[in-house]
């Protein structure tokens, strides 16, 4: 066999499967995008997730926020109170009135609990 038909067999061969290992890359890189996404949104069983706006705290654990629809569970909310888990989660967290914020939320009974806060940009 010629040296020149070697190579170029040879580059065949290589090419075979770089198409199919590209595709797979490719696949589990938008499917790990397409899961971050949900898991941004729906953080958890029995855990809700949205943006919203903080306003002022009341108390060591409680705050009032303006917040977007929370899907599964509420609509949008032009102010509403929130319970903290702790007072650590809150000082944490150093807010300011009409910081941009991302919550974390779960219902326990009538009320619902923050179970995290997060300054958004």
Do not use: C
């Amino acid at each position: 066999m010629p040296a020149t038909q070697a190579a170029s067999s040879s580059r065949a061969a290589t090419r075979s499967w770089v198409a199919p290992l590209l595709f797979a890359v490719l696949l589990a890189a938008f499917a790990a995008g397409i899961w971050g996404i949900y898991r941004s949104n729906f953080p958890g069983q029995g855990l809700y997730r949205a943006s919203g706006v903080y306003e002022t705290r009341f108390t060591d654990t409680m705050v009032l926020v303006k917040h977007e629809k929370l899907p599964g569970l509420m609509d949008e909310m032009q102010s509403m109170v929130l319970t903290a888990e702790s007072k650590e989660l809150l000082d944490r967290a150093k807010l300011m009135p009409g910081d941009r914020v991302r919550l974390t939320i779960r219902p326990n009974g009538d009320r619902l609990v923050l179970v995290d806060i997060q300054k958004i940009q």
